[in-house]
């Protein structure tokens, strides 16, 4: 069973370009979620989507943030512009979402990481 | 939200047993303790849950505290490949958020 796809691995931009993450999650996973990680921290939630739906965004920056999941699969996570305060890892991650609250496990993809120069 | 405490690195011998602590004493009682890895440029990895009982899979043991106040995973024999940050985590009955401290790292030693 293929694992969460992220792409790129990799990105450099300068400061105010604009940037996109792509994510395709475990098939027939209904939860998807997006993570920022900053060099030794652990991850922290920006946006959970059930199916097509956002759930819980509040931790979104909207000014310069945006996500979407169109037909409830893929989904992208694009910043714009990018602020040198933006570099981090950006991890995508997918669930059954069908489990009961508190028992439903989270697969992670291997991130992207953002240079902002 | 309730929180977690670790230490945050530990050492162990290849091919002996680790016990990681993680000490959550604001923890409810549906709140279920959540134990995720994460080798070096990888993303965080599954390992082991439990609400009240101890569990066991093939990746690891988890001990909770009988007052779940703390609860211990345990690697009963650890290799290098077992090197990674830890974290413990208590998911929120009612929610899907978790919330990441900055875990332990374990360095394995050959």
Not at chain 1, 47 to 62: C, F, G, H, M, T
Not at chain 2, 69 to 96: E, F, M, N, P, Q
Request: include cysteine.
């Amino acid at each position: 069973e293929a694992g969460v796809v992220q792409s790129p691995r990799y990105k450099i931009i300068e400061k105010k370009q604009p940037v996109a993450f792509w994510c395709n999650p475990i098939s027939g996973h209904n939860t998807l979620y997006w993570y920022l990680q900053n060099l030794g921290q652990g991850p922290e939630l920006l946006i959970r989507y059930e199916n097509e739906e956002a759930v819980d965004d509040s931790q979104l920056p909207k000014d310069r943030f945006s996500a979407e999941r169109l037909k409830g699969v893929d989904s992208t996570l694009k910043i714009q512009p990018a602020e040198l305060g933006d570099s981090a890892v950006y991890l995508c991650a997918s669930s059954l979402g069908t489990a009961k609250p508190g028992t439903d496990t989270q697969y992670f993809g291997p991130g992207t990481r953002l240079t902002v120069l | 939200d309730a929180k977690t405490t670790q230490p945050n690195s530990m050492e162990s011998n290849e091919e002996e047993p680790v016990h990681l602590p993680c000490n959550h004493s604001t923890i409810s009682g549906t709140d279920y303790i959540h134990w995720y890895r994460q080798l070096p440029s990888q993303g965080p990895e599954y390992v082991i849950h439990g609400l009240t009982s101890n569990v066991n899979n093939r990746m690891a043991s988890l001990a909770i505290a009988e007052d779940r106040k703390s609860s211990t995973l345990i690697l009963h024999r650890a290799t290098l490949r077992d090197a990674a940050v830890y974290y413990c985590i208590l998911l929120t009955s009612g929610t899907y958020k978790y919330i990441f401290g900055t875990g332990t790292r374990l360095k394995v030693l050959a």
